[in-house]
């Protein structure tokens, strides 16, 4: 079992910055990817961030150039830095892991957090 658990959400103003985090604990040796994702109320989730173990990153485009995907090993943690927010940013931020498979996919993530609130005003 991997449990995860975010942190750092929050109420922000536009083009401000945030950075999430996501405590990792149990069988990380089993973890090949570590991602984020997203969910605005009413909509559907979707991919933001990976960083595959080998430190690979990949980025949604919609975040490509404002958010930065890292991982501290000492730490067991993965963060999400946020910056230039937008409104559009606003959801619900999942940290997830898993072991092969599309970054991008829901289905490659095997282990989720439960989730953290950003919300940006505009």
């Known amino acids: 079992q991997v449990q995860l658990v975010e942190s750092g959400g929050g109420l922000v103003q536009a083009g401000g910055s945030l950075r999430l985090s996501c405590a990792v604990s149990?069988?990380?040796?089993?973890?090949?990817?570590m991602g984020w994702f997203r969910q605005a109320p009413g909509k559907e989730r979707e991919f933001v961030a990976a960083n595959w173990s080998g430190g690979n990153t990949v980025y949604a485009d919609s975040v490509k150039g404002r958010f930065t995907i890292s991982g501290d090993n000492a730490k067991n943690t993965v963060y999400l830095q946020m910056n230039s927010l937008k409104p559009e940013d606003t959801a619900v931020y999942y940290c997830?892991?898993?072991?092969?498979?599309?970054?991008?996919?829901?289905?490659?993530?095997?282990?989720w957090g439960q989730g953290t609130q950003v919300t940006v005003s505009s």
């Open positions: 997830a892991s898993g072991s092969f498979g599309a970054a991008g996919a829901s289905a490659t993530y095997r282990y």
């Open positions: 149990g069988r990380t040796w089993s973890m090949y990817i």
